[in-house]
């Protein structure tokens, strides 16, 4: 990969493209090993158990406080880390979780009966599953070669993880909030689509994909915040989610380099994946035609006959196996 050219739009107003960018975003935090940091923050209740376990031990400063969680600068020995603390189901803004856990597996069943019944102890246990399910996430896709952050350990809802870091070790900007070059934007769509690629070869769709919930640091895009992380071949909303998440990648993109935005990438990649032949080898090109053949319903009527004749014969062959009992005495 050549290097990297992002500018931060808030730092080239004239450059911004994104309307949504909130502007009070703490956008260049430096981390500890950068600058001196005279104080430290008051410890959040949330994150005093790891304080006091030494899982952490300073908390420079709150990165931002999102829908789901919020995130913490911490220091964990000599490294700079960082802290997502998920918020509680009732504070989560996330209506859609039946959409999203649909086909999500859980081992244990007597965990699964608790968690459909609703008792405290099912929500206790369905907490625990949302917020391990990041963790869970990070492990696979990072096993298929997807630059996604280390991760070290989930612990009392507090996921400790590291933190991204542009070249001169500033907190890495989200996607969003940089410009680049048509030649960078199609170098880096390009990584972005074997990222998508490989992710389904591990199972997984990430459904929250968007230029908000990817960072860029000097080596490229890393992709972050997989909570919602759907199971691909289970979840009935998989493949439309697959094509929003690879769609809203190639759009913001598509900014910088407009040809991007012919490319059919989803229908691609998610062809290839249905017939059982995506590997994180496969060689993408954007290009997908269009079955446009109309449907044979002759065919099909002659299909659905064809089976119904044979199950017919089956009930009779049955029968007559039964008529052919000898009776009971
Ligand atoms: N590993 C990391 N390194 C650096 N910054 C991070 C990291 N993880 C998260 N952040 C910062 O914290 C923000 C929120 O993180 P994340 O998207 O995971 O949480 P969220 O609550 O789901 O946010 P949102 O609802 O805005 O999507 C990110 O946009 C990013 O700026
Ligand atoms: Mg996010």
Redesign the pocket.
Known sequence: MGSCEYRLLSLFPGTTSHQDYPTDRPLRIPSTDQVLYNGVMKIPKRLKPLVEDGLIDEVITQ?????????FMVRCGAKTR?A?VYKEATNRSFKKAATYQEGRKVRNSRRARAMEKGSRYGRRQQEETWQNAELDALYKVSAVGVRV?ETYGCVNGVLL?????DEEGY??P?LGDVSMTPEQAIEDHGVMMQYIARMLCAGIVHG?LSE??V?VDQYGPVI??L?QAVDASSNNNAEEMFHRDVNKIRDYYGLFAPELLSTRYASEIWSVYSEGGLSPETILTGRFQDDTEEADVDAVMEEIKAVYAEEQERQAYLRSLEEDQPEPY
Request: hydrophobic share 45%.
């Open positions: 990165l931002m406080s999102g829908k789901e969680a919020s995130v960082c997502k952050p993880m590291e933190l991204i870091t907190v890495a989200r929250d908000f919930n960072l972050i915040d909570p």
